[in-house]
């Protein structure tokens, strides 16, 4: 009998690869889970085709779900992977180049069928012709095994059988990492409960890979993570559209306020409405409006009557929110609206990710229509941004846009559970009463916030008219030149007045540091990856990690222009680069990839030594 | 006793709801006798004047709020159904109300007008159609008529023109009526139903434009011999027009024609009922004169009860709620697969 050695390892990276119909989404959210309750931290990347059912066998129907555990605070699924599960011979062409030499390649042989060799445009049979020769192969028959498994199973015909196999080889690669099997059979038994049947079949082809690792002696060691050091607290996993339908919830809590989600169904953002549909017992109204404007519209109205109004979109839906956003503006009234960014222009890749509507947040309606913008950077984060998103629109009465992406709105990572006491308060206050001389005048401000006063139609003697026009204070339409030059100012000057109530760009630097990193959204995670393995490698570095984009935090000014070298790195053709350059004089540099999917850390790592070593070789002149 | 007597409520007039605004339509605008006729109808309906929102999109109509002392929203084009259907789900206190154009609800805005209908929005949607594009002056609207010279058709319109009412039917609207500005009365009553409805109210007012549409609906004024064209519909009652009430209505395979009474007799004329479930006979009768000037149905085709949209929003919310308890924010955090890290 072979011996099977045990391998620490502090951190792996794991992509379940297979047709979209597979089920490699659930098969990886769920190892990433058990992991997570094990006590790793993790990150996920969920990386699928925009068809639901694309063809099967073909490499654009490959549906692929990444997770890297590891024992130590990890911010991004990994650059390479340690083990690739490939179920067929087309999940296997996309997906082995980015398998480390030497890594670990799990196949379905079952899937390597002639058709589907041809499908993926295989002219010989990788698993005989070398393609894998220099990585570690497990040949495993997962659909043979798994028929097997399952062939008692009552009410399972042959065609269901086969679909559990993604439970089979979530069962193997369980094994081979040492979870728990008892979490994941719990779950299924959970998560199945409705259809006992496939329960029973799933659950047996879970035990069945799980105990083919064991049994069958073809892999010669099995791998073990530690649990990570996270802060105490209890967790649980959470994907970013969870937490920002939860933050939504906390928010309205905190506010005392009707929460009122109105969308329009978009990927990546559909998921914030069925997650809040499901709350009707906390009151949540939801509204799936018949286009995009007329969510914007059904939000702005729901403010207007005293809700907290929020829209939840991407792209292509923000584009057609900005006229009802610009009206939010002239009325100021508080209208939160979530972005999730995804490949554009036009449709363009829908189930992709880019941060790519920045400037069409800032700046994407007519007229001087400022707006505070500010951006979540990881899935649990989004919770937190919820809440901030929501105090600033509320407080200062205006519509705010939170930008989220496509790959923290569907990644997935631990998230350190808050007590009620630890949410900010959020106070509101409705005007009851005459402000001026026994009249109501609707712009009549709040001297410090500029505010202005939010009124509950319904309350008597308080009866007035907001609209699209200008407006005076006292709410008359106006077209008085000096007028509208003072509307427009102040409303500017509002938005810039949130600065003062805004935390101050945190800067994280080395003691002589000559590179300073600003970064902002989701390449948090890629950067901070990158910014601790060049610190590791002795090169001292700065970072600042936005959160606030408009208005930027105060002493963001100061803080670029102590550095001699500023790099922004960003998921589009730098957008955030030109808002530092024109606010600040800086001449600072990007670094830009629109690959719809996260930086890689060691990407970043070459491109931030290329800022440095170019000022070097400038020295040396 | 002192402990008995209620403070009355208020007794609310006409010009409780007059703003201080000065209207700014052209003199003779058919808009005016609109907002004296919902002027006057508001204070009878026992509502506190602070209850009352009016929404509009854009146009020369959608000025409407402004005139109003009421709550008011003045929003834009096309998109006032989208504003009151967030006001009147979030607020079922609020009797909201939309004042709109041809071009407002029926081309920029088609979309939301249809789908308001369409879910039964508690909302009163006045529909101001005076053929034209007013404060553009003068291009031709979405129920211009056919070949009609405007500054934007030189040579004559070729888009076929919408029947608001044949479209608010086929959107299955539970109240749709048509009225004219130049009858106040009828207007007023044809208002009155239509406050009292609960669900989406419609209402075509067909107004003039004196100044890039004048007498568009002289086929139908007194003044200018069009009172043999109107057709007034009564709940129960056979539908019967002209000077004598000569002619009068039969529905013939789905389509309603006109016809001598003494020709077919008063008991095989068609007996209008608003409550029809199907739609279809209204629709017919909403479209007698697809074409252009001539037999014209007016007062409410349709009125059926039926769930308003934020009815059955809340009773969702109090069936989950008495299901599950309001929610808990804490427990809702919590839930899921949790694990502790110590």
Redesign the interface.
């Known amino acids: 009998m072979g011996t099977v050695t045990v391998q620490e390892l502090d951190s792996v990276v794991i992509r379940f690869a297979g047709d979209s119909g597979d089920g490699m989404q659930l098969t990886g959210e769920r190892f990433g889970n058990v992991s997570g309750i094990l006590g790793n931290d993790i990150a996920t990347f969920p990386d699928f085709p925009a068809e639901i059912r694309a063809p099967a066998g073909t490499t654009y129907g490959v549906s692929a779900y990444q997770v890297q555990i590891a024992d130590y605070d990890v911010t991004t699924p990994g650059d390479t992977l340690d083990v690739l599960v490939a179920m067929n011979p087309a999940a296997l062409k996309v997906h082995l180049p980015d398998v480390v030499r030497g890594g670990i390649v799990i196949v379905n042989t079952d899937g390597f069928t002639q058709h589907n060799l041809d499908r993926a445009g295989y002219t010989s049979n990788p698993l005989e012709d070398g393609t894998l020769q220099g990585y570690r192969v497990y040949r495993i028959p997962m659909t043979t095994l798994t028929l097997e498994a399952v062939k008692e199973v009552e009410g399972i015909g042959k065609k269901e059988a086969e679909r559990s196999k993604n439970f089979f080889a979530l069962g193997v690669v369980s094994w081979l990492f040492g979870r728990n099997p008892e979490v994941t059979e719990e779950w299924i038994r959970q998560k199945f409960r409705s259809s006992p049947a496939v329960m029973e079949a799933n659950l047996k082809a879970f035990r069945a890979g799980y105990h083919y690792g064991e049994t069958a002696e073809i892999f010669e060691a099995v791998y073990r993570v530690k649990p990570a050091r996270l802060e105490p607290g209890l967790y649980r996993n959470i994907t970013g559209n969870q937490a920002m339908a939860l933050g939504l919830v906390a928010a309205a809590h905190q506010a005392r306020l009707t929460l009122y989600y109105a969308s329009y169904p978009i990927t990546p953002a559909s998921d914030l409405l069925h997650e809040l549909a499901r709350l009707k017992n906390f009151g949540v109204k939801t509204f799936q409006a018949e286009d995009e404007i007329a969510a914007a519209g059904a939000a702005l109205g729901a403010s207007y009557g005293g809700a907290l109004g929020v829209t939840g979109t991407s792209g292509p839906g923000l584009d057609l929110k900005q006229e009802t956003i610009g009206l939010a503006v002239m009325l100021e009234l508080p209208l939160v609206v979530i972005d999730n960014q995804r490949g554009g222009p036009s449709t363009g890749l829908p189930t992709k990710s880019e941060q790519t509507d920045l400037l069409t947040a800032l700046f994407g309606r007519h007229g001087e229509a400022p707006l505070p913008v500010i951006a979540a950077y990881s899935p649990a984060h989004c919770f937190w941004a919820a809440l901030e998103a929501v105090r600033i629109a509320l407080k200062y009465r205006t519509p705010l846009i939170l930008l989220s992406d496509g790959y923290i709105a569907n990644a997935s990572e631990p998230f350190r559970i808050p007590s009620l006491d630890e949410l900010p308060e959020i106070a509101v206050s409705f005007a009851s009463e005459p402000n001026r001389d026994g009249e109501f005048w609707p712009y009549l401000r709040d001297p410090e916030t500029l505010a202005r006063p939010w009124v509950l139609p319904g309350t008597p003697g308080l009866e007035h008219r907001v609209g699209g026009l200008e407006k005076d204070e006292r709410g008359r339409v106006s077209y008085d030149f000096a007028n509208h030059d003072r509307m427009v100012k102040t409303r500017a000057e509002k938005v810039r007045r949130i600065a003062r109530d805004i935390p101050p760009a945190r800067l994280d630097a080395d003691g002589g540091a000559e590179l300073l990193v600003v970064s902002w959204g989701s390449t948090w995670g890629s950067v901070a990856a990158a910014v601790r393995r060049l610190r590791e490698r002795g090169v001292r570095m700065a970072w600042t990690h936005l959160v606030h984009l408009n208005p930027l935090p105060p002493n963001l000014g100061e803080v670029v222009k102590s550095f001699p070298k500023v790099v922004v790195p960003e998921n589009n053709l730098g957008q955030l680069l030109k808002v530092i350059r024109a606010e600040y004089l800086v001449d600072a540099k990007g670094v830009n990839s629109v690959e719809g999917r996260p930086f890689r850390a060691s990407d970043l790592e070459e491109a931030f030594l290329e800022v440095l070593g170019e000022r070097a070789a400038e020295g040396a002149r | 006793m002192a402990d008995q007597v209620t403070k009355p409520a208020v007794q609310l007039s006409r010009k409780d709801f007059a ?1 201080e ?1 000065e209207p700014r339509w052209c003199p003779g605008c058919g808009d005016y006798p609109i907002l004296a006729a919902v002027q006057s109808v508001l204070p009878e309906l026992g509502i ?4 009352f ?1 009016f ?1 509009s999109g ?1 146009g020369c109509s959608s000025r409407f ?2 005139y ?9 084009h096309g ?1 006032a ?11 079922p ?2 009797q909201v109300w939309v004042a709109t154009g041809d071009g407002d609800a029926l081309s920029i805005g088609g ?2 007008f249809i ?1 308001a209908m369409r879910r039964n929005v508690n909302i009163r949607i006045i529909l101001f159609n005076n053929r034209i594009y007013g404060l553009t002056k003068g291009q031709y609207s979405p129920t211009s008529e056919l070949g009609k010279i405007t500054k934007s058709s030189p040579f004559g319109v070729i888009d076929r023109p919408f029947n608001p009412v044949s479209l608010a039917l086929g959107a299955e609207a539970t109240f749709v009526a048509r009225t004219v500005d130049f009858d106040r009365q009828h207007m007023t009553e044809v208002l009155r139903r239509a406050a009292h409805h609960k669900g989406t109210a419609f209402v075509e007012v067909l107004q003039n434009c004196v100044v890039f549409n004048e007498g568009a609906y002289d086929f139908l004024t007194p003044r200018a011999g069009g009172l043999a064209y109107q057709i007034r519909l009564e709940h129960g009652k056979p539908v019967r027009f002209g000077p004598k009430g000569e002619k009068g209505i039969v529905i013939r395979g789905g389509r309603a024609e006109v016809v001598d009474v003494e020709e077919v007799g008063e008991e095989n004329l068609y007996v209008h009922d608003e409550t029809l479930e199907d739609p279809s006979v209204h629709f017919a009768l909403s479209r007698l004169t697809p074409d252009g000037a001539g037999p014209t149905a007016l007062g409410v085709f349709r009125a059926v009860r039926k769930p308003t949209y934020d009815e059955l ?1 809340h009773s ?2 109090a ?3 008495e ?5 808990d ?2 427990r ?11």
């Not at chain 2, 159904?81 to 607020?91: K, N």
């Not at chain 2, 299901?323 to 929610?327: F, T």
């Open positions: 703003s605004v506190p004047r602070e209850n929102v929404v854009i709020p402004y109003m002392n009421t709550y008011g929203v003045h929003g834009i998109r159904p989208t504003l009151a259907t967030g006001i009147a789900t979030a607020r206190d609020l979309n939301h789908h929003m969702q919310i069936a989950a709620q299901k599950l308890g309001p929610g924010l804490e809702l955090l919590r839930s899921g697969e949790t694990w502790k890290v110590e």
